[in-house]
């Protein structure tokens, strides 16, 4: 019978290994293995796939494992464990701001977690760097002390551990950004460095200049991480408008910038290709360990590439919870990746980039 711990150990062991072509047959197996063990742990999945006359002993491949919707990690405790063994809880930053429930993600271990978090940071954002190399790091979002409960912060704080150098920090502290002390860690600086934030702490940043009437021109090999959307609740802003603006304000430009797309809810993340495949088109890309599919709203099935449908995803990382998330983002396939087109009509607007956005304009950023 498969165990926890050899679950465990077997992504883990693939999450140590490097990246290489994608192993369909390994990850179809891990995932059908996986499914199983959660449907006996996890009796709200089990009873959702039995709704939808889906049992582990009934499917030929990963892709008819049902996705359970974001939403109902705001109602059920979506975990494969005892509550006595939590470890962690990640929740989601949108729904809060208007006094509802919340998303959760319950951890009884951080291995796999901050395990996957870490190669695909350290892939798509330093691919230029040495194994153990290291660069400034620093971070528009509160720190993980000050935000404890939040996924993003912990990324960062795990991350500013494993490869920031000196100088590595967060400016964006109770609820304000520390302008001008991000001003002085930037300015006259001669190697390259890392920004990471939200969209709409870039967007307050890039505000903040613009008022001072300051330009800065960030050394070459700088690059920009930046995710959570581009919209906030005081206003709407494109990428291509937001990466122009960081252009002219820092420097950096366009194919210097990565969005990140993840979520609370799973144990992955995805990024733009960009500093990986300078040359490719630009496009989200993700661990070995991961799939997504692009579900055709109505029918559930998948989409014909390149046809926009809603994300769903497949993580192996998510062992103590559910392995699969039906998000209400759009996609589409694009070559070896996908897309993000943004959200479907009537969902709920979430995430960390609306929170940051009321935080700073509430503190006068």
């Known amino acids: 019978m498969t165990t926890r711990e050899d679950l465990d150990r077997r992504v883990l062991a693939w999450m140590a290994e490097p990246w290489g072509e994608p192993d369909e047959a390994r990850f179809d197996a891990l995932a059908r293995e996986l499914f199983a063990f959660q449907c006996a742990r996890v009796p709200a999945w089990a009873r959702f796939c039995e709704g939808r006359g889906v049992a582990p002993d009934r499917i030929a ?9 974001t939403g109902a990690f705001k109602e ?21 701001l208007a006094g509802g429930a919340r998303g959760a993600l319950h951890l009884d271990t951080l291995a796999l977690y901050e395990a996957s978090l870490a190669a695909s940071f350290e ?3 330093l691919p230029d760097l040495p194994a153990e190399g290291r660069l400034p790091i620093l971070v528009l979002a509160p720190s993980p002390e000050e935000l404890p409960d939040s996924s993003l912060s912990h990324l960062f704080g795990v991350m500013l551990r494993r490869r920031g150098a000196a100088g590595s920090g967060f400016f964006l502290v109770d609820g304000g950004l520390e302008v001008e002390g991000l001003l002085a860690a930037l300015e ?3 190697g390259p460095l890392l920004l990471c934030g939200t969209a709409f702490a870039f967007v307050h940043l890039a505000d903040a200049l613009a008022a001072a009437g300051r330009r800065l021109a960030l050394p070459p090999g700088t690059r920009v991480m930046e995710t959570g959307g581009f ?10 408008a937001l990466y122009a603006a ?11 910038i ?15 290709s960009v500093l990986r495949e300078p040359q490719a088109p630009r496009r ?20 014909a590439p390149g046809e926009p449908g809603r994300i769903a995803i497949v993580d192996l990382a998510n062992t103590g919870s559910v392995c699969a998330v039906q998000t209400a983002d759009l996609g589409r396939t694009l070559a070896d990746g996908f897309e993000v087109l943004g959200r479907e009509p009537g969902a709920e607007e979430r995430g960390c980039s609306i929170a940051a956005d009321l935080e700073l304009a509430g503190a006068g950023a």
């Open 188 to 190: 006259g600086r001669e």
């Open 231 to 240: 919209k906030g609740r005081s206003r709407e802003l494109g990428r291509d």
């Open 61 to 69: 491949s990963w892709r008819e494992i049902p996705p359970v919707p």
């Open 76 to 96: 059920l405790a979506l975990r494969g464990f005892p509550a006595e063994r939590t470890r962690k809880t990640f929740r989601t930053s949108g729904t809060t």
């Open 246 to 256: 960081l252009g002219d304000a820092l420097g950096v430009p366009a194919a210097r």
């Open 258 to 272: 990565v969005n990140q797309y993840g979520m609370t809810e799973l144990g992955s993340q995805f990024h733009d």
């Open 123 to 125: 892939r798509f954002l």
């Open 284 to 303: 989200k890309l993700g661990p070995p360990w991961a799939r997504v599919r692009i579900l055709d709203p109505e029918t559930g099935r998948d989409c």
